[in-house]
Structures are given as C-alpha cells and as structure tokens.
C-alpha cells in the first residue's frame, strides 16, 4: 500500500505522525461533544420533566409544563414521602426490596449448589443435568404466565410476595446455571486437591472454598435477578394485584411491589397528573442509586476470574 | 455441615498415606454419604425448576386443548379449536386481533434494528475517543434503561397525553396549531406502520433501549485493539476508511448479539404498551396489540385460558422459529470454524488458492522460458 494519501506523503518523517493523529481529532471534536450532548439531553430530558412535574401544581403544569416551575411547589413529593401517600409508597418499596432480595439469596443458593453438582461432583450424568437448566433459556417466562396464576392460585400463593419470588426464581436458575457453571469448572482442580488433602470434603470445599472464590460469578447472576425482579410487572400484576393481595406491616402497604404500585397509582390519581410525576419520580431513585452502585460489579463481574 | 469423617484426624492418616488410596479405600463406606450430598446439592433447585417452568409450560399445551376458564381450566375439551380460532378470526372494529399483534411484534422488531442500530453504531463510534466527562456521558445515556418498562411508560404517557407536553411544545414552540389536543397515544384503527400512534410507540421504545445499544457498541469498541487502527493510520488510511473497513468488522459479533436481543425482546413485549395504553381496552382501539398482550386480554380479562395458553404456544413457537434461523444464518458465524459457512469459506478459498497458485506458476514458467503470456 502506498504511503500517500490524495498524492500527499504523509510518513515523510517520523514526528509528522503524532500530528497527523492530533489535527483527525482537533476537527472533529466540537463535533463529537455536540453528539454527546444532543445524546444526553434525548436520554434525560423526559425524566426531568417528570422530576420538575412533580415539583408543580396541577395549573402551572397546564399553563407552562417547559421549563423551571415558578414557584416550587413541595407539597406533592411531601405526600408522597411523609403525607397521605407515604405509607402505600414505604410500602411498596419494602414489598420490592423483599421481594427482590428473596429472589436474589434463593437465585444464587440454588443456582451455586447445582452450578457445582455440574461441575465438581463428577456425576454421571453432569452433561444432562446442565442440558436440563440450559433448555429453560428457550422458554421466556411470559408463555407461561397463564398457568403460572393457575397453579399459584392452586397451591394458595396467590396474594402472597412468595408467589412472586418462586416462579422468578425458577426462570431465572437457566441463565445463573448456564453463567456460573463454566465459573466454578474455571477454579482449578489443585485447589480442591489441596483441600481434600487437608481434609476438606466436597461439601466443606463447597462452603470454605469455592463459595468465597466463586463471589465475583454470584454478584453477577445476582445483580441480574435483582434487576429482573426491581422492575417485573407482569408476574406481579397477576400475583399480587389480579390475586388481590392485602399485606399490611406497621402501617405501611406491602400488597404491591413498586412498579405495581405506580401504575394503580396512575390509575387510581389519573386526575391529579403532578401527584403522579412526583410518585413516578421517587419511585424511579432506587434503581437509579443501584445501578450507580452496582456498574462497576456489572462490568468487572465476570472478568475477576480466580486469583490467588 | 461437617465432613471429618469418623475416623480419627483423617489429616493425620493422608500424610502419612498419601492422598490416592485413601479415596479408594473410602469409597464404598461413603457412597451414602455422597448420595446424600448429590441430593443436598441438585435437588431443591431441580424441584423449583421443574414445578415453576416445566410444568407451567406443560400446563399450557394442555390448557390451550380445553376451553376453560381460570377456576377450571380442564373442564371442556375442544381439541385445535382454539388454534383453528386464532388462525380463521376476522378482523372486528375495536377488537383485538391476533394477526394485528403478529404483524406489530414483527414491525417493532425490524425497526428497532434498523432505527436504533445506525444510530447506536454511529453515537459509539463518535464517543470512541478519550472524551472530557466520558464516563458522565455513559452514565447519562444509560439512564433509560435503568428504568423500568413501567416507569418510562408513565413518564411517557404525561408526555404524550392531549394535554401533555409534547402537544404544548409542537403548539407554542412549533406553531403547529392542529396538534393541540392530538391523541399522540389514542388513534383508533388497526395500527401498523401507517399510524401515528404505532411510531410515537417505536419512538419511546427507541428512547428506552438505545442507550443499551450505545453501551454494549462502546463497550465492544474498547476491546479492538488500538494497533490495528494505528497500523491502519499509518498505511494512510482515513479516519471513515478505518472505521469501515477495521472497526465496525471487529464490531460483528457485539452487533450480532445485540440484535439477537433486541428481536427476542420485541417478540416478548408487553410491560411497555401495556402501561402506555392503560390496559387491554386502548390496545385493542389502537390495534396496538403484541402477542404477550393479546394473550393477557384473552387469558385473564376475558377468563379465555385456553384461548390464551393457544397464543401463548403460538408466541413460543414464533419465538424459536425465529432465534433458530437466526442462530443458523446469522450467529453461526460467531460459533466456531466448525459451521458450515466457514467450511465454505474455507474450500472457496483453498479452490482460489489453488487457481492463484496455478496460475503463478504458469507465469513463472512462462517467465523463465522467456514467452509472453
């Protein structure tokens, strides 16, 4: 290939070409911040005119829904928080959070145990039993909505917060099976050579052992069953609102999750569109501050591979 | 739970043993044991799995022979009659209609491709540099879809409300006066690409997963290696040509997935149109139906199980039918040399190898006999 570009040499030297490199840049910076921006501003302003919405009466919103609200009005997020509406917005959240941290511990129990079962346990039929979890990736939980509600209702979970941490957690074991497999066949065998040498069994290997180095893999699938479970809609909806739950603790109303609760909340205050952006809004801060927290686990999950 | 054994420091007995014997000698005494660890270990997960996927699905393909109801959804056998419905219904004003939400799942899936596609691919590329607030930026970008369906359906349904703000912004702004009270969300007819309401749909659903799109194209970018592009700089390439011919090819299989993804999840929709519209009633209006919704519409808001397990098979299998031949053409090539459109490839090559080497030789020949050829 020649060295010329549009009959210009460009390698006459070598101190020519970290130049060349800048000015590619230099031009088409302002380009690229311009992109940028543009980028950012279609991802945030819908949400900030909900979050500014909230901090709005119901007139101003007709009269000027662009822009600053002048004057700030607090009352509808003061609702929300400590007013009429906080005992049903506390409450969801804690339906959530228990909701999703009974999927999460129950995901990665069971999901470690036969991850391991598969990989360490030299069974005979180790190559069946991941095949088994593996075949559940072809079935997305919605075909199997219908009969999930049936059989919930069968078995008297209907109404109930576990009716929707098990059948999460049964949709959610093929892909944590399928993801930590490969993780806990990565540990190499010398250690649990040097373990059964020191008389360490297979399930002390599994606890001492492979539990602590297999973390980076369990954050991983669990962080994935959390999100899954924070902004499930559908299984709730049959579960919880369609079965007509009606939990109640210390005052606060456990009987919807969160993205259930927002929209009976819509529903139930369709009128009153500003109490409905300031609900929308504290309830979008919990993912928000999770995933702030979480990114980098996200990103580094799998690659902190075993070290020591 | 405890594994010393019964017999004494069995720490003792290895090193002085050595480690190999011990296991054979052990064996028959602990087979129980094992057993009952194998158990422990595979059998609470199997139960759990089994009874909430493999049942439920079983549940469904008989469920959807029976005309039944929630309370009994095994009482009245009809055989295919659900799925000959499905496949013979008419088209009736208002009402849903399964071939509307085929044909709708199968749109949102092709234009997700082709809209957020170019665009994440090209925001990527541009953000491919080292950047002031390049991480702020990402953070940002990602914020959509770190919300969920539900959230951004209600944010969006204040948007597009008659009264909301996209109307008060197309009138004051724009000047637009017709759209002042335009039911952006409530155009009655049967939908599809004609509709205004069917692109303000793919508008949001495009606003709720192009982030994740960007995302996974920068994250796939930061792992082409930066000499290919140097080397490429120093031949004279330009920067576009780089790009064309050095990045996005490296880019494939990222682009790949993430398609793979995108068409899953437009055959599973349901949270977002379900929220935006507020149930089945404007769904069916709209002729805005997916599978997944118009299965909820016959299953519970019509007490039709049967009926709805019958969509609901039809989805999976639309479903597989689709990742398959998207895994044979299209993801093949990602899974090994093994395939058959590398071993293809791979004789094509070899047979123009050969002709080039022939080929070469008689020029060699020609060469050294001092013909003209």
Redesign the interface.
């Known amino acids: 290939m020649a060295v010329t570009v549009a009959g210009k040499p460009v390698l006459t030297s070598l101190p020519d070409e970290p130049i060349k490199h800048k000015r590619v840049w230099s031009w088409s910076q302002p380009w690229v911040y311009l992109v940028a921006l543009v980028v950012v501003a279609f991802s945030i302003v819908p949400v900030s005119f909900v979050v500014l919405g909230g901090f709005r009466t119901n007139m101003q919103l007709l009269e000027s829904p662009a822009g600053f609200p002048d004057p700030w009005v607090w009352h509808n997020y003061e609702t929300v928080l400590i007013g009429d509406h906080s005992g049903n917005f506390w409450g969801f959240l804690v339906a959530s959070i228990l909701v999703a941290l009974m999927t999460v511990i129950l995901v990665v129990i069971l999901g470690t145990s036969v991850a391991y079962a598969i990989a360490r346990m030299n069974l005979k039929r180790s190559g069946t039993l991941f095949a088994v979890f593996a075949a559940g990736l072809m079935f997305p939980a919605t075909i199997a909505i219908l009969p999930t509600w049936i059989i919930l209702r069968e078995i008297g979970l209907l109404g109930n917060l576990l009716g929707v941490v098990i059948p999460q957690v049964a949709f959610a074991l093929p892909t944590t099976v399928v993801i930590l497999t490969p993780f806990v066949k990565a540990i190499p065998k010398e250690m649990e050579e040097a373990a059964s040498i020191d008389g360490c069994g297979t399930t002390g290997f599994f606890f001492r052992i492979l539990l602590p180095l297999a973390k980076p893999g369990m954050v991983t699938v669990g962080v994935l069953a959390f999100v899954g479970s924070w902004n499930a809609f559908m299984l709730p909806m049959f579960v919880l609102q369609v079965g007509g739950a009606n939990i109640n603790l210390f005052g606060l109303n456990l009987s919807r999750t969160l993205p259930l609760g927002v929209q009976n909340f819509t529903t139930q205050w369709s009128a009153n569109t500003t109490l409905i952006m300031a609900f929308t809004a504290v309830a979008a801060i919990p993912a928000l501050i999770f995933f702030l927290a979480m990114e980098k686990h996200i990103v580094n999950g799998l690659s902190g591979a075993v070290k020591g | 739970?405890?594994?010393?054994?019964e017999t004494g420091?069995?720490?003792a007995a290895?090193?002085a043993r050595g480690?190999s014997p011990i296991?054979t000698s052990r064996k028959k005494k602990v087979t129980w044991k094992?057993r009952v660890?194998?158990i422990?270990?595979?059998v609470?997960?199997?139960i759990?799995?089994v009874?909430?996927?493999f049942?439920?699905?079983g549940?469904?393909l008989v469920?959807s022979l029976f005309d039944g109801t929630?309370i009994s959804?095994f009482t009245n056998f009809v055989g295919f009659e659900n799925f000959t419905g499905i496949f013979t219904a008419e088209r009736q004003f208002g009402q849903p209609f399964f071939w509307d939400a085929v044909r709708n799942n199968l749109l949102i899936a092709v234009a997700s491709l082709a809209i957020q596609g170019p665009i994440a691919l090209?925001?990527a590329l541009?953000?491919n540099?080292?950047?002031r607030?390049r991480r702020l930026?990402r953070?940002?970008?990602?914020?959509?879809y770190?919300?969920?369906?539900?959230?951004t359906?209600?944010?969006?349904?204040?948007?597009l409300?008659p009264?909301?703000?996209l109307n008060?912004?197309l009138t004051e702004?724009l000047g637009l006066e017709g759209m002042r009270f335009f039911a952006w969300l409530g155009q009655v007819g049967d939908g599809g690409i004609g509709s205004a309401t069917f692109w303000v749909v793919m508008a949001v659903l495009t606003?709720k997963y192009v982030?994740m799109a960007?995302i996974l194209f920068m994250?796939g970018l930061a792992g082409v290696p930066e000499e290919l592009t140097e080397a490429a700089?120093?031949?004279?390439a330009?920067?576009w040509q780089i790009q064309r011919k050095v990045t996005v090819p490296l880019l494939g299989p990222t682009i790949r997935i993430w398609a793979f993804l995108s068409i899953?999840g437009s055959f599973?929709l349901?949270?977002m149109v379900?929220?935006l519209f507020?149930g089945h009633t404007l769904l069916g209006q709209t002729g805005m139906h997916t599978m997944?919704s118009y299965?909820?519409t016959m299953?519970?808001n019509r007490n039709m199980?049967g009926y709805?397990?019958a969509v609901?098979?039809l989805?999976?299998v639309f479903?597989?039918i689709v990742?398959l031949i998207y895994q044979k053409f299209i993801l093949s090539r990602d899974l090994g040399s093994d395939s058959r459109a590398i071993r293809k490839a791979d004789q094509k090559k070899a047979r123009a190898d050969a002709k080039a080497a022939k080929i070469a030789a008689r020029e060699l020949t020609a060469a050294e006999t001092g013909q003209e050829t």
């Open positions: 739970m405890s594994t010393q054994v420091d069995p720490r290895k090193t480690s296991v094992r660890e194998v422990g270990f595979t609470p997960a199997l759990v799995y009874a909430f996927v049942v439920p699905i549940y469904a469920m929630p959804p090209g925001v541009m953000l540099r080292r950047l607030f930026i953070l940002l970008i990602f914020v959509p770190v919300l969920s369906e539900v959230i359906g209600v944010i969006f349904a204040q948007i409300n009264n909301g703000a008060y912004v702004w606003w982030g960007i994250a700089a120093i031949d004279g330009s920067y899953i599973q349901f949270d379900w929220i507020g997944a299965m909820v299953g519970m199980v709805g397990s609901a098979v989805l999976f479903t597989l990742a």
